[in-house]
């Protein structure tokens, strides 16, 4: 199993435009989620889905969209971007709610 | 909503030693998770611990639900152990996991 994979690894942005960060599982998981880490904090929740076609807030989701098609994927969408929305974003899986949670190894976004 | 306080902010230690990780947390949580995140910024799970104790190793962990807080304990530390440990909490009735800002593990040789 490959886990959690996530697409790019890195990327530059100019203020403004848009983009598509994918995420992907391949352990038949229903739960996904988003996440933002700002340097020297901790994560913070975007949006997650608790199954194909149900998506739903975090703690922080202005700026951001998502959709959820298949189980297996959780593409993150920024449709103008900001410097605000500098930060490593990772997404995770869980089998379920409440349930341990397994990440991908994140994609460094840079607005400038 | 729920928060989640971890202490010390920053930890340095000579290889060898060992230490203990604090998590405190403000409401009644359904899911406790340890993290290591490594200096290339992976995100490993360590522990899903909600109650109880648990062992992997050289690392243990115990939460106290009743009385909110997680204890991490790194038995003698090595050069890997470098980091940032996370604890994340999960209440009862959400899905949304709030992590606290970490603890910056530094081992030196």
């Known amino acids: 199993n490959a886990g959690v994979t996530q697409t790019p690894k890195f990327r530059i942005l100019k203020i403004g435009q848009s983009m598509t960060l994918q995420c992907a599982q391949d352990?038949?998981?229903?739960?996904m989620y988003w996440y933002r880490q700002d340097p020297g904090m901790g994560l913070k929740l975007i949006y997650y889905?608790?199954?194909?076609?149900?998506?739903d807030k975090g703690e922080v989701p202005n700026g951001y969209n998502v959709s959820r098609s298949t189980t297996e994927d959780f593409p993150l969408r920024l449709e103008l971007a900001a410097p605000s929305q500098t930060s490593v974003y990772f997404c995770?899986?869980?089998?379920?709610?409440?349930?341990?949670?397994?990440f991908g190894p994140g994609t460094r976004l840079l607005v400038l | 909503g729920i928060q989640v306080e971890q202490s010390p902010p920053d930890l340095i230690l000579q290889e060898g030693a060992n230490s203990t990780l604090r998590c405190n947390f403000s409401d009644s949580v359904n899911n406790l998770q340890w993290f290591h995140q490594n200096p290339w910024g992976q995100l490993i799970n360590l522990f899903y611990?909600?109650?109880g104790t648990k062992q992997n190793g050289r690392l243990s962990a115990t939460t106290v639900a009743t009385e909110r807080y997680s204890l991490l304990y790194i038995s003698s530390s090595q050069t890997t152990d470098s980091g940032v440990y996370f604890c994340a909490v999960e209440p009862w009735d959400d899905y949304k996991l709030s992590f606290g800002a970490g603890t910056t593990v530094t081992v030196r040789a």
């Open positions: 352990m038949n998981h229903n739960y």
């Open positions: 889905s608790v199954g194909a076609g149900i998506t």
């Open positions: 995770a899986s869980s089998p379920g709610g409440q349930e341990t949670q397994y």
């Open positions: 611990i909600p109650s």
